[in-house]
C-alpha cells in the first residue's frame, strides 16, 4: 500500500448529458472530476492524493512541482499545501508562445499567487528532465536553510505514483455504472491516461479507453502511455493486463498545439456549453471533448452507444483565454 493523503470529499458525480446524448444519438454520460479537489477542482487532485501521501509519510514542509503557465496540476498542489500549512514552489514552464496579458497573469497563474507560491520560471516546454533538475537544485538550497522539500517530478525517470489516483477512479466510475462501452479521456503527461486503463483492465472492464492527445501527436503519445504502464505496473502489477491493442490514441483536435485554441476544440466548446451549460477548458477539455463528437461523426463510435467523457477539468483556464476566446466567438464588448 502507498501513502495516501484524502483531497476529495467523495466520489465525483456522474452525471448523464441527456440532451448531448440526443443530439449525438449515443447515451453519454459525464465524470464531474472538474468538481475533483479545492479551488476550482480538476483531475490532478487524484494524483495528488498520493504525492501529498509520500510527501507527509516524509515530514515535508515543502512542495515543488513544475507545470506550463496556465497548470491546473501547480495550482491544485498549492492549494492542497496550503492547507496543510505548507510552503510552495511552482516553477513554470514556457510550452505556450503566448503573450496575452490574460494568459501570464489571470486563471490558475493568478489563484496560484494568491495563494501565496514562490514562483520560479523554467525557460523550455519540452525538457522534462531539465525541469527535474532544475527542482532538484532549488531542494538543495532549501535543505541547506532548514526546509524539508518533497519534489513531485515531472520526467518519465520516476515511478508514476499519480497514476494511482485514477486506478482509484477507475474503481469509482465501475462501481458508478459497469456498461459503458467507451471512455473518452485527456492524454497529456499519461498518468490519468494510463492509470484509468490500467484501473479497468484491473477491474475486469474490457471497455474501449481513448486517450485524446493534448501535447504531442498520437505517434509520439501512444509509445509513451505504453512507458507510462511498464512503470505503473511496479506499483500496480494489473497494468501488466494493458496489451498494446488496448492503447488508443486520438489526435484530431491537437492542432495547433499544446495550450492552443483550434476549430475543433472551439467547435466543443461551444456545442457543450449550449447544449448542457456545462464548460470546457481551452487547454485539455475541449480537445478531448472534441474526439467524442469526431468519432461519432466516423463511426468509431457507433451510435447508440454507452459513453463516458471524463472531464478533467481545468476552469480557471478559461479566463487566462478570455480575450482569444472572445476574438475568435465574436464577442463584442458591452
Known sequence: MFPKHKILSGPTP???ADVLSK?????LHIKRDDLAGP????????????YFGEALSQNADTILITGAVQSNFTR???AVARSLGMEAVVQFEERVKNGSTCYKNSGNVLLSRLMGAEIEFFPKGEDEAGADVALDHK????RSSGKRPYIIHLSEAY???G???YVDAATELLDQNKEFDVFVVASGSGATHAGLLAGLRGSGSKAVVIGCCVRRAAALQGPRINRVLERLANLYSPANNV??????VWDGALAPGYGRIGPKSLDAIKLVASQEGLFLDPVYTAKSFAAVTSLVETGDIPKGAKVCFVHTGGLAALYAYQDQLAHMFGFQGL
Open 14 to 16: 456522474l452525471e448523464r
Open 23 to 27: 443530439h449525438l444519438e449515443i447515451d
Open 39 to 50: 479551488s476550482f477542482g480538476g483531475n490532478k487532485a487524484r494524483q495528488l492524493e498520493y
Open 76 to 78: 491544485i498542489a498549492v
Open 139 to 142: 531542494a538543495t538550497q532549501l
Open 159 to 161: 515511478p508514476p505514483l
Open 163 to 165: 497514476a494511482l489516483g
Open 243 to 248: 496489451i498494446r491493442q488496448d492503447i488508443r
